[in-house]
């Protein structure tokens, strides 16, 4: 009977509870991008785009590895730049340690002229620890160089799901830029999601699209 009632009365003082962002790891919106229904979840990234003032891409898909192991292999830097869309990039780790894992990365792209910029990685656990992770957070955005590109931001959730072995990546990115495109965001995410599950199974990187 005591047992009964301890039950009911830890299940009366029960709420929901929002678990806070860290500041500098806010998610920009929510993803419209729905998970997936039934089924055995495959590792293929759904995704779609809206265009008013600026470009918004959204997308969401899974990883077959625990989200320990996810979260391992997102922080090699050379897994989340934008390898395939500019000329060079230099990454400068761990340049704000008050997060988790941080990076910088300066881009250099050439064409009728150079356009340079930088771009800041900031990394954490929001719910979980990195062994033993529910939610985690990363989060960039352009900080300085070239007026072409005028917003260059995005973050990736990294979600357990009801599988151990099973991991649900979520992306939503933001540019305004002059010569960008939708297509060219699109192609970006997917080859980071691509790139981000050859990691984790311990694959090399994927070609370009």
């Known amino acids: 009977m005591r047992a009964l009632v301890l039950v009911l009365l830890v299940a009366a003082c029960q709420s929901n509870v929002t678990t806070p962002f860290p500041p500098g790891l806010e998610p920009f919106e929510d993803n419209p991008v729905p998970t997936q229904q039934?089924?055995?979840?495959?590792?293929?990234?759904?995704?779609?785009?809206?265009?008013?003032?600026?470009?918004?891409?959204?997308?969401r898909g899974?990883?077959?590895?625990?989200?320990?192991?996810?979260?391992?292999a997102v922080k090699n830097p050379?897994?989340?730049v934008a390898l395939c869309s500019t000329d060079s990039q230099v990454i400068t780790p761990n340049d704000e340690p008050t997060y988790e894992f941080s990076f910088s990365v300066h881009y250099s792209v050439q064409e009728v002229i150079t356009v340079e910029w930088d771009d800041a990685w900031r990394y954490g656990a929001i719910d979980g620890t990195p062994e033993d992770l529910m939610l985690g957070m990363i989060k960039h955005q352009k900080t300085q160089g070239s007026d072409l590109i005028s917003l260059s931001e995005g973050t990736v959730q990294v979600s357990?799901?009801?599988d151990?072995?099973?991991?649900?990546l979520a992306f939503?990115?933001?540019?305004?830029?002059?010569?960008?495109?939708?297509?060219?965001?699109?192609?970006?995410?997917?080859h980071n999601y691509d790139s981000i599950v050859a990691a984790?199974?311990?694959?090399?990187?994927?070609a370009c699209p």
């Open 172 to 190: 939503v990115e933001h540019l305004n830029a002059t010569g960008g495109s939708t297509g060219d965001v699109l192609k970006g995410v997917q």
């Open 200 to 206: 984790a199974h311990g694959n090399p990187e994927p």
């Open 78 to 80: 050379p897994v989340m």
């Open 164 to 168: 151990p072995n099973v991991t649900e």
């Open 62 to 72: 899974y990883a077959l590895v625990p989200p320990a192991t996810l979260w391992a």
């Open 38 to 59: 039934g089924g055995a979840r495959t590792e293929m990234l759904v995704s779609q785009s809206t265009d008013s003032d600026y470009i918004h891409i959204y997308g």
């Open 160 to 162: 357990s799901t009801d």
